[in-house]
């Protein structure tokens, strides 16, 4: 099944969800149409099984951030650096961001959370605003726009990724959107990427702030 999850992640992030079949699918695998139907009977199906991938992905990033860091406004930074590397470097991620553009009645789980990209990401995020007010990073006044800022950047981020900004520039871009979306928060708050997060293999020091 692995196989195929890895083919249908190629198709749909190269092709899109109308233009990828699962002739094609299963081909790329060296599997049969049949092998294929056993595991997933339909092409939505697979779409929703390569997002809950990506998935999975969002929720193992987001819970390695978090135990690493207290803050909720630097965690928020970091996840948009990490993102930016994130959509270069996965597959399924990119698969993901693909099949919500396109069809993004695809994706809801039995259990209601959201496997489409933009709704997996800014959920969680969202969160981290309300966190951040709550424990006093952030004042209670400035939670909407401080939303509409992460929906901004985690937008800016996979539309410039998909114009292929380089990765450095959209570094710059991220660095320069949270300074001006973070002047008069209570710290200092490292804008730049964290260590290791950088695409371009020079990521700051956590000690390191601007």
């Known amino acids: 099944m692995e196989l195929l999850l890895v083919s249908a992640a190629e198709q749909f992030a190269t092709h899109g969800f109308a233009k990828a079949t699962l002739s094609d699918v299963s081909h ?3 599997l049969t149409k049949g092998a294929l139907f056993f595991h997933f009977p339909t092409k939505l199906a697979l779409a929703d099984a390569v ?9 193992q990033t987001f819970a390695r951030l978090r135990a690493s860091e207290t803050s909720c406004l630097q965690m928020i930074v ?5 993102l930016n590397r994130l959509l270069r470097e996965d597959l399924f991620l990119r698969a993901s961001v693909r099949i919500t553009r396109e069809f993004p009645q695809a994706g809801t789980a039995d259990d209601g959370h959201a496997h489409n990209f933009y709704l997996a990401w800014l959920s969680r995020l969202w969160l981290l605003v309300d966190e951040a007010c709550k424990n006093g990073e ?4 400035r939670s909407v726009s401080a939303r509409a800022v992460v929906t901004a950047a985690v937008s800016g981020v996979e539309a410039l990724v998909w114009l292929g900004l380089p990765p450095s520039d959209v570094e710059k871009w991220l660095s320069h959107l949270w300074q001006l979306a973070y002047v008069g928060a209570p710290g200092r708050i490292r804008t730049t990427p964290a260590r290791g997060e950088t695409t371009g293999g020079r990521g700051e020091d956590r000690a390191e702030r601007s």
């Open 28 to 30: 790329a695998a060296g």
């Open 78 to 82: 970091d996840v948009t650096h990490t």
């Open 51 to 59: 997002q809950l991938r990506g998935l999975e992905l969002t929720e």
């Open 138 to 141: 952030l004042p209670a006044a």
